[in-house]
């Protein structure tokens, strides 16, 4: 069985920039943003689903996710939320499955934004590594990166677990407070880590 690791953290704490890490060291990197991206580009397995749900005014002349407007629909409405979720979600976890059965590396890492949030992943990782790093920092990160306020980015924040929540549920921790050459250097203690478990699992 393919030993997977599911990678979380808080938006802008640095899942992308450890993945990108464990990826150098030869570990196979499966990011359900990236597969929800894909899902909802032109021609994507999920537009016709959503078009069928929502109605045509959520795509974009060009056929993919109108992002916008399906924010707007869902910002106020708990169902519409609910009803778009129930049609990524699955999708998102079957892609997920196939990537992951058909790496080929000693082990996956599984990003999953939303992981402590959203059950369903429980059962297919057999080790959950957070990336940490303190609110402030995530915030600053997630300014520079993106141009959003420091208003948008807590409020993004502010709709997913809290960090004590989120640290509950680490095998491992991630510290990403400092420099990236920190980063480097955990990350490639618990590639260490995980190549030896992969080996016995
Ligand atoms: P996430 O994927 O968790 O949202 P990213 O990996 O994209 O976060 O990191 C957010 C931003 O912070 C990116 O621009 C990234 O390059 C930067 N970053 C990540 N870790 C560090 C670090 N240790 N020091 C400085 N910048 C960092």
Redesign the pocket.
């Known amino acids: 069985m393919t030993f997977i690791v599911g990678l979380t953290?808080g938006?802008?704490?640095?899942?992308?920039?450890a993945a990108a890490l464990f990826a150098e060291l030869g570990a196979a990197v499966v990011d359900t943003d990236a597969i929800a991206h894909e899902l909802t580009a032109p021609g994507g397995a999920a537009i016709e689903p959503i078009r069928s749900a929502f109605g045509a005014e959520v795509i974009t002349p060009n056929g993919a996710l109108d992002r916008a407007a399906m924010r707007r629909r869902v910002f106020a409405d708990a169902q519409a939320k609910a009803r778009l979720e129930a049609i990524l979600h699955p999708m998102i976890r079957a892609e997920a499955d196939r990537r992951s059965a058909a790496a080929r590396a000693p082990y996956v890492v599984l990003v999953v934004p939303l992981l402590v949030e959203s059950g369903g992943y429980g059962s297919r990782v057999q080790r959950v590594a957070v990336?940490d790093c303190p609110e402030d920092i995530q915030v600053a990160?997630?300014m520079?990166?993106s141009g959003l306020s420091a208003e948008e980015a807590r409020a993004i924040m502010a709709a997913q677990v809290g960090r004590e929540q989120r640290l509950a549920a680490a095998d491992d921790v991630i510290d990403?407070g400092?420099?990236?050459a920190g980063?480097r250097r955990q990350v490639d203690a618990l590639h260490r880590h995980y190549l030896e478990m992969a080996a016995v699992s």
Request: net charge positive.
């Open positions: 953290g938006i802008g704490s640095g899942k992308s920039a990336v990160r997630v520079s990166r990403n400092g420099e990236l980063l």
